[in-house]
Each structure stands twice: as C-alpha cells, then as structure tokens.
C-alpha cells in the first residue's frame, strides 16, 4: 500500500510539473511591438519615443518588446497612418492629416484661430474628441494611445521678412499641412509639395523660399540654418496640429486585459516625454536665431489679424461647408473650437 501510495504522489506530481511546463511558454516569449517613426533618430520626438518604449518594457516586466524604426526607415510619414491601420506596424507616431478622410478632426489645423497656449491646445482638442462623436468616428481605424500638440507654426523665409500677406505673394514656400497650403494660395504665394526631409535642399537649390512650420522641426532638420528670418504670429502660431502615438486596434485587442491597461497608461507617459524634451528644444531653435542675429517680425493681434481677415471665408467658411455637406456638425464643431480657445486662453 505504501509502495502504491508513493506511486500515486509521484504521478501527480509529474502531473503538476508538467502543466507549468505546457503554461510557461505563454510568458516565455515577449509580445513583439513594432513602431513606426519617421522623425529622425536624433530628434526630441525619438528620444521620447526611446524612453517611451523602456517604460512600457518595465511596466510589462520584460512581457512587451518594443521595436522602434526611426527616420522613416519602415514608413514615411506619409504611409504611417494606413500602415497602422493595415498591421504593417502595430504602432506609429501619426501627424493628424486630411489626406486619411479626416475633416472634423483637424480643425485646429485652421489657420489663425488664436490658438492658446501649446499644453491648453492639447487639452482643447481633447475636450472636441470627447464631445463630438462623429469626430470620434473619424478614428475607428486606429486606436489612439497618446496625443500631443505639435508647437505653433511660424514662417520663416530666406531672403526678405514677411509680414503681410502681400509679402508672400509669389513666394515658393513648403508647407507641410492642407491648411497651410491654402493659406499660401490665399496669399497669392506658390506651394511647393516636398517630403518634410527635403526642405533644407530645396531652400539650398532655390526649389524654396522659405517654409510654414515650427521652429523645433526647423531646428532638427537644419532649416534655420537658411532662413535668417522669421514672421511670429503670438503664442497660437498660425495654428497648431496634434500628433499621436496611434495603435493597430486588432494588435491592442489580441493583448491581455492587464498588458491593454499599460498600454492606455503609456499615452500619459508618451505625451510627458515630449513635453519634457520639446519645450527645452524650442528655446535652443529661437535661441540658434538669436545667436546668429536672425530677423524676427513679433506680430500684434491688429497684424495677426489681416491674415484671420484673408483666411476667414476661403479656408475657415469652406472647411465648415466641406464638413456639413458630409453629414458632420462641422459648424458646432468649429464654434466650440473658438469657446474653448477664449476659455483656455484665461487660464
């Protein structure tokens, strides 16, 4: 009997043995992510990005594994959104853009609204996403993990200062977003369409004039260098776009409930990292012009706003017509945009 006792405990502990056995590998093999990111490895955004992905590694305790392609090197800027989309990637760094469909959601992209500060931006566009449903809708093909407000868009020319928009016309001038391009047409200026990686030699071969964008970008990819002079248009810029940390929404689904909770935690994370890294670097862009004597054109509200008169009904009255002739409240939309700009500009 004691014989066949001990048989019967050896069994059954071979038989717990090897159900850890057959359980461990589910946590033996990290899942992989891979993120797309076309800013350059040296840029703020990567570092961000960099410490980003070692946070949500130590946060999983080794069970995520972050792989991040920077410079493009997986998808251009261009591709990111429908590579997210499609699980080419499981993860990208997004520049919100009309060319995906979107239309409700860019209307902080419009150009002269008075936008406030960069961090009550952020806040602002938020508080649209959470009101509007059919903005939300605009967003089912991806899950957004983290949002952060891209700085104020500024101009910055080559060879003359601007400050009205007779001063651009018939200039050759890169911008990046739709609603940058059509504030160059309202001034009578010529776009010219280039990747964001070629603006330094198309100011360099005359291709450009000058470009519409931040002075962190400007910094990064060399464009100050070339442009010794810089029209200001307040704390709101000319406007202000949200970027995003975007996530494939089958990949986001297919992790565990614990792992989908780090995940929606690191959007907070994300956006901190680029907060701590991109507010330093605008200094450094604005303190690179100043080192070099740079001309710089500080707009007054009364300036800022024969550029708001020259936009208001091409771009500003257009886009609430595009959007209401889809269906979409473009109209409540674009008036709770400029309540919310009065109340966070109070802050």
Not at 76 to 105: I, N, P, Q
Request: glycine content about 8%; some cysteine.
């Amino acid at each position: 009997m004691a014989k066949k006792a001990l048989l019967i405990i050896v069994g059954l502990c071979l038989t717990i043995t090897s159900g850890v056995l057959v359980s461990t590998p589910a946590f033996s093999q990290p899942i992989e992510l891979t993120v797309n990111d076309h800013n350059p490895p040296p840029s703020t955004v990567a570092h961000a990005w960099d410490a980003w992905g070692k946070w949500v590694e130590e946060r999983s305790k080794g069970r995520l594994k972050v792989t991040i392609h920077h410079g493009g090197a997986l998808l251009a800027e261009k591709e990111a959104y429908r590579g997210t989309e499609t699980g080419v990637c499981d993860m990208a760094h997004y520049v919100v853009d009309r060319r995906e469909g979107f239309l409700l959601s860019t209307v902080t992209t419009l150009p002269f609204m008075g936008m406030p500060a960069q961090m009550e931006a952020g806040q602002l566009w938020m508080e649209l996403l959470n009101k509007f449903p059919e903005m939300a809708k605009e967003w089912e093909g991806v899950k957004i993990i983290g949002i952060f407000m891209m700085p104020p868009t500024h101009i910055h020319t080559k060879k003359k200062a601007v400050e009205t928009p007779a001063d651009l016309k018939g200039m050759k001038i890169h911008g990046a977003e739709y609603a940058l391009v059509q504030t160059m047409d309202a001034a009578g200026a010529s776009p010219v369409q280039l990747d964001i990686t070629e603006m330094y030699t198309g100011l360099e071969r005359g291709i450009l004039d000058g470009v519409m964008n931040h002075f962190p970008v400007c910094f990064i990819f060399k464009v100050l260098e070339l442009t010794p002079y810089h029209t200001v248009f307040g704390d709101g810029g000319i406007n202000m776009t949200p970027m995003f940390a975007i996530m494939n929404p089958k990949k986001f689904n297919s992790l565990p409930p614990d792992l989908q909770k780090i995940m929606e935690e690191s959007g907070k994370v994300w956006a901190e990292e680029q907060k701590k890294l991109d507010f330093p670097l605008q200094d450094t862009a604005v303190g690179f012009c100043k080192g070099k004597n740079h001309t710089f054109i500080n707009l007054t509200p009364q300036g800022i706003k024969v550029w708001y008169d020259l936009v208001k009904k091409p771009i500003h009255d257009k886009w609430i017509a595009d959007a209401e002739a889809k269906g979409l409240p473009g109209k409540a939309v674009y008036e709770e945009a400029l309540k919310l700009i009065k109340e966070h500009q109070k802050k």
